[in-house]
C-alpha cells in the first residue's frame, strides 16, 4: 500500500510504501535532459541533413514502441481510445520515467511536420494553414509535458529544461504568425533559461545550451526589427548582414514591404559614368545586398567566413542575373534592343551584374589564395607555417593563379564592354599583376626542381611584369602595389641568388664533379677514368660491377646439307617382288584344284 505524507522538516510530500517492518520508501526523483536528448534524436534521424520527414517518422515509431512497451495503448486494433500520461503514471511503485518521453517525442514529431511544411509552402502557400495547425499541436504537448514537469517528481533542471523548451515552441508558432511581440517574449525567456542552465552546468555541458542559444539570436534581431517597424538604420543593416550570411530566408518580402523609399533608392544604379534603370524587384534586392557585403566582410575576421558570405552572394547574385535575362525573354521590346550595336540600358544591366559576379569570384579566389599562404613555407622569406592544415606547395600557389588569371580573362570578355578603352586597360593592368605573382611562384616551383637557369629567366619576366604593372593604372576594386613593390625587392635578390647557383652547376660540371641530381647508372669498371661521387658504393649493394653480362650476338656453327642423295637413282626392284607374288599363286591353285577345296560347288 502506497501513503504519500507530508515532511514536517521541509514541508514535502514523502511517498512512503507501508511494508511489514513499516520501513518507509522515498519517492522517486526523475531526471531528464530534455534538450540532450532531442538534439541526439535528431541529429541521428534526419536533421543533420534537413531531412524532417525522416525524423518525423522516427517520432511515431518510437511512440508506438513506447506505449506498446508501458503496456499504455491507445485502444485497440477496431477503437480508438484517447489516453494521456498523467501524473499518477509517473508516482507510485510503478512510477517509469519513459512515460514523460511520450509527450515530449509527440511534440517533437508536430514540430517536425511543422518544418516540413515550411519547406513545402515555398512553392505551396496553402501549406501555411496545415503547418500553423501542426504547430498548435505542438505547443499542446509542450503544455502536457509542463504540467507533468511541475511536480515533485523531477528535479530542478528538467523542470527549467522543460519551461524553455515550451517556451521556444511558444515562441516558434508565435513568430509564424507574425505576432512579434509575443514572439520576442517567448524566445527571450527560452534564451535566458538556456543562458543560466550553461552557467550553472560544467564546463563540458555547456556548449549545446550556448549553441541552442545562439540559435534564437537571429529571430529575436528579427522580431526587434519589425517591432522597431525598421526605423533606426542600426537594425537595418544587421538585417542585411543576417540576409548576407542566409539566416533570414524571408528578407526580400521585409525589404519589400518596410523599406520602400531604400528600394526606390535603387530605381537607377551608376556604374562607369552611366546610368541604368533597374526594374526586376529582385535585382535592386540583391543590390542592396552587395551593397552590404563590404561591412559584412570587414567584421569577420576568418578567411572561412568571408569565403561563405562571398558564396552566399554569389548565389543570390546568379538568381539575379537570370531574372533580368527572363525579363528579356518575356518583353520583346527589350529583345530586340539587345540585338542592336549600340549597348542598350538592359544590356548594360547584366553587364554590371556579370562584373559583380567575376568580380567577387575574383575576390574569393584571392581569398583562397590567403588561406593557402598560411600554409606555406617561402624558402625565399624563410617563413613558417602559421596554420595547422596540410603544406602548400608552390605549384598550388600557382595553379590558384592560373584560375585567377582565367576570372581576369571572364572579365575582359563581358558582352557590352569590349569597346571600353579604360575598363579593358584596368582589366589588363590587373592581369599583368597576377601573372607577375604567377611567374614567381612557377620560378619557386623550378628551384625545388632544380633548374636554376629556368627560375632565373622566370624570375626576370615576373620583375617585368611588377614593374608594368606598377606603371598602369590599378583596378580600383583590387589594389595590389603594395604587394608588387614587396615582390620586386624580393625578386632582386632571389635573381642573383639563382644565378650564382646557375654558374656554380656549370663549374662543377666543367671540373668532372658532379652533384646528388647527377647520378650515373654506369657500373664503377666503366667510369673508372672520371671522378664522381656516388654514394651507392658505400651501401650494401654497391654499383661497382655488373654480374650479370649482357647479351651478345655471336657467330653459329655452319649447317650442312645432304645434297648429293637427290641425283642418286637406286635400282628398281619390283620385278623381284612381282616374280614371287606369281609363283605362290600357281601352287596354291594345284592343290585346291586337286583335292576339291576353294570351289564351292561340293557344299552345294
Sequence with gaps: ?????ENPSSG???????????????????KVEI????????????LRHGDFQRYRGYCTRRIRRLRKALKYPQGDKRHFKRRDVTITQLTGKKADERYIHIPLI????????AMQLKQESNTEPRKRFHLISKLRRACFYALQLQELCKTDAFDARTKLECEAYVAWMHGSLHFELQLWQTAGEHLKRAQVVYENLAAALPDDEQELYRAKVNEFTPNLRYCAYNISGGASGGDLDEILELRAQGVLENLD???SQTKTESSEGLQTIDWRG?????????????????QELDKSLAKASKIDAK??????????CKDAIQAVRDEIKQDPKLRSLTTGQTVSGVQYLLAYLSYIRHSRTLQRNLCLVEQAKVNFVDPNQKSEVVGDGKRVRSQDLARLYEIILQNVTEMQQINGMEEDAKYQSEVENLAITFKAFRCYYIALTLIDMKKWKEAVALYERASNYANEALKGKACPEFQHQLELTTLVSIIDGCKFSAHAYSVLEDDNSEAGTTTKAQKTTKPLYERLSQYKEDQSLHTKTPNVFKLTPDMEPIPCKPLFFDLAMNYVELPSLEDKLEQEGKKGASITGFVKGFLGWGGGGGNK
Excluded: C
Design 307 to 316: 569565403i561563405e558570405l562571398i558564396e552566399r552572394i554569389l548565389m543570390d
Design 106 to 113: 509527440s511534440a517533437e514529431r508536430a514540430w517536425a511536420y
Design 35 to 46: 534538450l540532450h536528448m532531442i538534439k541526439d534524436a535528431q541529429q541521428q534521424h534526419g
Design 12 to 30: 514535502e510530500n514523502v511517498e512512503k510504501t507501508e511494508t511489514g517492518t513499516g520501513v518507509a520508501e522515498p519517492a522517486k526523483i526523475f
Design 274 to 290: 552611366r546610368k541604368v534603370t533597374v526594374r526586376p524587384e529582385k535585382v535592386r534586392l540583391f543590390l542592396l545586398s552587395a
Design 1 to 5: 500500500m502506497v501513503v504519500q505524507e
Design 253 to 255: 518580402v521585409l525589404v
